[in-house]
């Protein structure tokens, strides 16, 4: 185990948040810790947006260096010392460092950057992007699976991982690892600070809430193993009297748990939360921008909490917005209207009219109206001013846009999930949300005119039963509670952010039951909107978490009971509810995490952060080769067996581009996810030529090394699987590396 190496990592985490931390708490100046909880995301952001700014002109060093300079000097111009929470950031960095160490500790176990049959997932796309990064003399990186262009993905938390590898001096290898910690760490931490805020200005207890938002969004997975354990337990007669009951969940046992059951929940997606993506281990987009996103919640929230007579303050920390939302487009586009959302219900419902942020003369022509009208008028200046803050944090990463996104159309009315699905993957928050939303809204009810909220009640229920029997179960589940939650805002009670962030949250699950961005491979199929369900939902686990945390909380509080309810009689409700919701969303990782660790090393004798270690136990021959390779300087480009996929296998013939993966030298044609980044035409153009660069004449051979620019052809022992290699007696190669089946040859040119 690298002991140094978490120590070197964990230090830099805390230094950097050390330095930042005068910037974070101007700007977040009425936080109860004055932001300490955001000065790690603070600090990550500014390294992550200067560096691909600068990164255009010159990559590495230079950009690393002048985004130093820029937090040190933003701290000491704009930063307000005064408002400094030693004490409070003591205590941030504590549990940051839980977070990190836990993901230090399981990914020691199985730290492998392998695809199948290894491990699953994406991680070789992944190192991909870190490893051609890292040779990248400028923005944007030359993609390693399609030589000579440019990366198509969004590739900004890669470049983030690639310069914090260049801080510390880290080989990619263990920084791979490294960095997942981090970001998980960035993660919990930041919903911590923010629960806890918000929890503060309620007069409950910051600890309780942010303690319980970082249990949701690190620790806590969906229900779907409470399900699996309740029938366990039950016995086998009553669940065998129920029609329709899985034969799978009649034989499930303890014995039988997999961490990987409780993602694909609802037929035809995928259903992730962090603490299944972290122990899954790919370093993916969806994952880095999880902390940022959060940043963009805690500057709505500091929004929220600036006074209407404070409007140069409200439109600099809308102004400081645009920066992470660009910087969410180039980690994980997904996120980024999902920043304009949280802006539009932020300006929609804080106390602070939206018109104050117009200069006066326009602020006196839209002055507040009654009924419908008003609520028009907030929500379109709301609408407004998030567009305005997503042009221009689009402008800011403009290279990005014309370059490196790959483009997509949207679908409508996808396969629709069950309702049984959506309780077992939101259930966990449900149990939170529903009390407390009900409880909020009881104070409403008219004690001397019980008949009114009566006929309430019959004409919602008779609303959610016909939408769940039209097939309509996300929108008879979700949509009550989201005009309930709405209601409650508008009319002022006693809710606050944790509210918006609830409906942020309602806003999204309904939203991919109706629209999806159309991926060509799955269309036709009951996987159309797989990757829309999978990456929205991520978004909505992390907002979420910091609403569960300030729900429960403020469960817990006797100075939060309702009035027709006791002190005492309040306390045990909220206890009872909240031991009921930990409990049940933490039997997955009572399972997960001890399984986890019991595990034996793969691919080591010991506990190891090295990503490629695995590769000299099972397959030393290439080990060996990619090592030779991953010494060559720059990015010479090669040539390998194509298609790559998701199994390295290459006794069948079954290759996963592992040179260009685990080195970033570029191959002419790697994994089959460049037909959707390209194009059918462009990626089965490529791979005629692959084969003919293998099998063809030696004229034609000679004709695509130079249009590829080709400097090395690989041949190991999924080539020689693939193929009939007449490339061998190619006149112009000579072998540079031999060993076992394995030859790398250079082509000599004059």
Same mark, same amino acid.
């Given at each position: 185990?690298?002991?140094?190496?978490?120590?070197?990592?964990?230090?830099?985490?805390?230094?950097?948040?050390?330095?930042?931390?005068?910037?974070?708490?101007?700007?977040?100046?009425?936080?109860? +810790?004055?932001?300490?909880?955001?000065?790690?995301?603070?600090?990550?952001?500014?390294?992550?947006?200067?560096?691909?700014?600068?990164?255009?002109?010159?990559?590495?060093?230079?950009?690393?260096?002048?985004?130093?300079?820029?937090?040190?000097?933003?701290?000491?111009?704009?930063?307000?010392?005064?408002?400094?929470?030693?004490?409070?950031?003591?205590?941030?960095?504590?549990?940051?460092?839980?977070?990190?160490?836990?993901?230090?500790?399981?990914?020691?176990?199985?730290?492998?950057?392998?695809?199948?049959?290894?491990?699953?997932?994406?991680?070789?796309?992944?190192?991909?992007?870190?490893?051609?990064?890292?040779?990248?003399?400028?923005?944007?990186?030359?993609?390693?699976?399609?030589?000579?262009?440019?990366?198509?993905?969004?590739?900004?938390?890669?470049?983030?991982?690639?310069?914090?590898?260049?801080?510390?001096?880290?080989?990619?290898?263990?920084?791979?690892?490294?960095?997942?910690?981090?970001?998980?760490?960035?993660?919990?931490?930041?919903?911590?600070?923010?629960?806890?805020?918000?929890?503060?200005?309620?007069?409950?207890?910051?600890?309780?809430?942010?303690?319980?938002?970082?249990?949701?969004?690190?620790?806590?997975?969906?229900?779907?193993?409470?399900?699996?354990?309740?029938?366990?337990?039950?016995?086998?007669?009553?669940?065998?009297?129920?029609?329709?009951?899985?034969?799978?969940?009649?034989?499930?046992?303890?014995?039988?748990?997999?961490?990987?059951?409780?993602?694909?929940?609802?037929?035809?997606?995928?259903?992730?939360?962090?603490?299944?993506?972290?122990?899954?281990?790919?370093?993916?987009?969806?994952?880095?921008?999880?902390?940022?996103?959060?940043?963009?919640?805690?500057?709505?929230?500091?929004?929220?909490?600036?006074?209407?007579?404070?409007?140069?303050?409200?439109?600099?920390?809308?102004?400081?917005?645009?920066?992470?939302?660009?910087?969410?487009?180039?980690?994980?586009?997904?996120?980024?209207?999902?920043?304009?959302?949280?802006?539009?219900?932020?300006?929609?419902?804080?106390?602070?009219?939206?018109?104050?942020?117009?200069?006066?003369?326009?602020?006196?022509?839209?002055?507040?109206?009654?009924?419908?009208?008003?609520?028009?008028?907030?929500?379109?200046?709301?609408?407004?001013?998030?567009?305005?803050?997503?042009?221009?944090?689009?402008?800011?990463?403009?290279?990005?846009?014309?370059?490196?996104?790959?483009?997509?159309?949207?679908?409508?009315?996808?396969?629709?999930?069950?309702?049984?699905?959506?309780?077992?993957?939101?259930?966990?928050?449900?149990?939170?949300?529903?009390?407390?939303?009900?409880?909020?809204?009881?104070?409403?009810?008219?004690?001397?005119?019980?008949?009114?909220?009566?006929?309430?009640?019959?004409?919602?229920?008779?609303?959610?039963?016909?939408?769940?029997?039209?097939?309509?179960?996300?929108?008879?589940?979700?949509?009550?509670?989201?005009?309930?939650?709405?209601?409650?805002?508008?009319?002022?009670? +006693?809710?606050?952010?944790?509210?918006?962030?609830?409906?942020?949250?309602?806003?999204?699950?309904?939203?991919?039951?109706?629209?999806?961005?159309?991926?060509?491979?799955?269309?036709?199929?009951?996987?159309?909107?797989?990757?829309?369900?999978?990456?929205?939902?991520?978004?909505?686990?992390?907002?979420?978490?910091?609403?569960?945390?300030?729900?429960?909380?403020?469960?817990? +509080?006797?100075?939060?009971?309702?009035?027709?309810?006791?002190?005492?009689?309040?306390?045990?409700?909220?206890?009872?509810?909240?031991?009921?919701?930990?409990?049940?969303?933490?039997?997955?990782?009572?399972?997960?995490?001890?399984?986890?660790?019991?595990?034996?090393?793969?691919?080591?004798?010991?506990?190891?952060?090295?990503?490629?270690?695995?590769?000299?136990?099972?397959?030393?021959?290439?080990?060996?080769?990619?090592?030779?390779?991953?010494?060559?300087?720059?990015?010479?480009?090669?040539?390998?067996?194509?298609?790559?996929?998701?199994?390295?296998?290459?006794?069948?013939?079954?290759?996963?581009?592992?040179?260009?993966?685990?080195?970033?030298?570029?191959?002419?044609?790697?994994?089959?996810?460049?037909?959707?980044?390209?194009?059918?035409?462009?990626?089965?153009?490529?791979?005629?030529?692959?084969?003919?660069?293998?099998?063809?004449?030696?004229?034609?051979?000679?004709?695509?090394?130079?249009?590829?620019?080709?400097?090395?052809?690989?041949?190991?022992?999924?080539?020689?699987?693939?193929?009939?290699?007449?490339?061998?007696?190619?006149?112009?190669?000579?072998?540079?590396?031999?060993?076992?089946?394995?030859?790398?040859?250079?082509?000599?040119?004059?």
């Amino acid at each position: 185990m690298e002991y140094g190496l978490v120590v070197l990592w964990l230090a830099m985490y805390l230094v950097v948040g050390l330095a930042t931390l005068p910037l974070a708490a101007a700007l977040f100046s009425r936080f109860h +810790d004055a932001g300490a909880a955001f000065a790690i995301p603070v600090g990550l952001a500014v390294i992550g947006i200067v560096g691909y700014l600068v990164g255009h002109l010159v990559f590495g060093w230079p950009a690393l260096i002048v985004a130093l300079v820029v937090i040190v000097a933003a701290s000491a111009t704009v930063g307000d010392r005064d408002a400094v929470d030693e004490r409070a950031y003591a205590e941030a960095g504590v549990v940051f460092t839980l977070g990190f160490l836990l993901i230090v500790a399981l990914r020691s176990v199985n730290p492998a950057i392998a695809p199948l049959p290894l491990a699953i997932g994406e991680k070789f796309l992944d190192f991909g992007l870190l490893q051609t990064l890292l040779r990248a003399g400028a923005l944007p990186p030359e993609d390693m699976w399609f030589a000579g262009e440019s990366v198509r993905y969004y590739y900004g938390g890669h470049m983030l991982t690639a310069l914090l590898t260049l801080f510390t001096g880290t080989a990619p290898r263990f920084a791979y690892n490294l960095a997942l910690a981090g970001f998980y760490a960035s993660l919990v931490t930041a919903a911590y600070g923010l629960a806890g805020a918000i929890a503060a200005d309620h007069g409950s207890s910051p600890r309780v809430a942010g303690g319980i938002s970082a249990f949701f969004v690190g620790i806590a997975g969906n229900l779907h193993t409470a399900g699996r354990v309740l029938a366990w337990l039950l016995p086998d007669g009553l669940l065998t009297s129920i029609p329709g009951i899985d034969a799978e969940l009649l034989a499930w046992t303890p014995a039988e748990f997999s961490y990987w059951s409780a993602s694909r929940v609802i037929d035809g997606t995928i259903n992730e939360f962090p603490l299944f993506a972290w122990l899954n281990g790919d370093l993916h987009a969806h994952m880095m921008s999880t902390p940022f996103l959060l940043l963009v919640a805690a500057l709505c929230y500091s929004y929220w909490q600036t006074p209407a007579a404070e409007q140069t303050r409200r439109r600099l920390l809308l102004a400081a917005v645009v920066p992470v939302a660009g910087l969410l487009a180039i980690i994980n586009t997904w996120s980024f209207p999902t920043a304009g959302g949280l802006v539009v219900l932020t300006i929609a419902f804080a106390p602070a009219d939206p018109a104050t942020l117009l200069p006066p003369s326009l602020a006196e022509q839209l002055p507040p109206r009654d009924g419908i009208a008003e609520e028009l008028r907030r929500d379109g200046l709301a609408v407004l001013t998030a567009v305005l803050v997503l042009l221009v944090g689009g402008l800011l990463v403009l290279p990005f846009w014309l370059g490196s996104a790959s483009t997509r159309s949207v679908g409508v009315l996808p396969p629709r999930s069950g309702l049984g699905g959506l309780l077992l993957v939101h259930g966990g928050f449900l149990l939170a949300f529903v009390p407390y939303l009900a409880g909020r809204a009881a104070e409403h009810i008219d004690p001397k005119r019980p008949s009114r909220a009566v006929a309430w009640a019959i004409i919602a229920t008779v609303l959610i039963v016909g939408l769940a029997v039209a097939g309509f179960a996300a929108a008879a589940l979700f949509g009550p509670l989201l005009i309930v939650a709405w209601l409650l805002l508008r009319s002022r009670t +006693d809710v606050g952010f944790e509210t918006v962030l609830m409906i942020g949250g309602f806003g999204l699950v309904l939203l991919v039951e109706f629209v999806y961005i159309i991926e060509p491979q799955y269309q036709g199929t009951d996987l159309e909107r797989l990757n829309t369900v999978f990456k929205t939902y991520m978004q909505v686990w992390v907002i979420w978490s910091p609403a569960a945390g300030v729900a429960l909380a403020r469960l817990l +509080d006797p100075s939060s009971a309702l009035p027709e309810l006791d002190t005492q009689r309040w306390r045990t409700v909220g206890a009872t509810i909240v031991s009921v919701v930990l409990l049940v969303t933490a039997l997955y990782a009572g399972f997960a995490v001890p399984a986890q660790l019991g595990n034996e090393p793969v691919g080591s004798e010991e506990r190891t952060l090295d990503g490629a270690a695995y590769t000299y136990a099972v397959y030393p021959d290439e080990a060996a080769a990619i090592d030779w390779l991953n010494r060559r300087q720059g990015q010479p480009n090669i040539v390998t067996a194509a298609p790559g996929g998701y199994r390295w296998n290459p006794d069948e013939g079954k290759g996963a581009s592992a040179p260009a993966s685990l080195t970033g030298v570029p191959t002419v044609l790697g994994w089959f996810h460049e037909e959707q980044y390209r194009g059918e035409e462009p990626y089965q153009r490529r791979l005629a030529d692959v084969t003919t660069i293998y099998e063809g004449s030696t004229e034609r051979q000679t004709e695509l090394l130079d249009r590829y620019g080709v400097e090395y052809v690989y041949v190991g022992p999924a080539e020689r699987n693939a193929y009939d290699l007449t490339i061998e007696q190619h006149p112009a190669l000579e072998p540079v590396f031999r060993e076992g089946d394995v030859v790398i040859y250079e082509v000599r040119r004059q």
